[in-house]
């Protein structure tokens, strides 16, 4: 992943072995999922980067926190503590990149112009299930920009059938001749 730190790369394998080794993969998606959301309130975020209030008073209010349990807010220490608040985002991605490639799985992403219905979505996970040979886990974002036709993304891999693209590609055409 281009987009992704090395170190938080490093947190995020480090986390994962010991999930793995302690059978805890599932609960360490939950702990960064809460850690994600409450790092990535601007407000938050703001106070806990903060280099004018002193590291130990930063890292009282998230002790403070009932929703996180004691490796939680261990984790959250060790953010605050290297100034990697803003990192907690990439750290929880590349941690579910980890347990997705170590279950065999892969997370997709289809864009389309409008919603689609159940059984469209389960053909398209079906068929990309098939050819990849994995178990895919498929997400459906709107985008009317697109006008029709469908965007699917999975990995570093972008299949662009949309016609807008297809306009745009036609207009390139037309203007080099």
Do not use: C
Not at 4 to 32: G, H, P, V
């Amino acid at each position: 992943m281009t987009g992704t730190s090395r170190a938080a790369r490093r947190y995020a394998k480090a986390i994962f072995e010991l999930a793995q080794q302690d059978n805890e993969i599932d609960q360490w998606a939950k702990r960064l999922a809460r850690i994600r959301e409450m790092f990535g309130d601007e407000r938050v975020a703001a106070v806990l980067t903060n280099p004018t209030i002193p590291t130990v008073r930063r890292e009282q209010l998230i002790v403070g926190d009932r929703t996180l349990d004691k490796e939680a807010t261990n984790l959250a220490r060790m953010l605050i503590e290297s100034g990697r608040v803003h990192e907690a985002g990439a750290i929880e991605d590349e941690f579910q990149r980890l347990s997705d490639d170590a279950a065999g799985r892969v997370r997709a992403t289809a864009t389309t112009a409008v919603e689609l219905s159940t059984d469209v979505r389960d053909d398209i996970r079906r068929d990309l299930s098939e050819r990849l040979n994995k178990d895919v886990r498929l997400s459906v974002v709107v985008d009317p920009r697109i006008l029709g036709g469908l965007r699917l993304q999975f990995g570093d891999h972008v299949i662009d059938a949309t016609v807008a693209t297809r306009l745009e590609q036609l207009r390139r055409r037309l203007v080099m001749n």
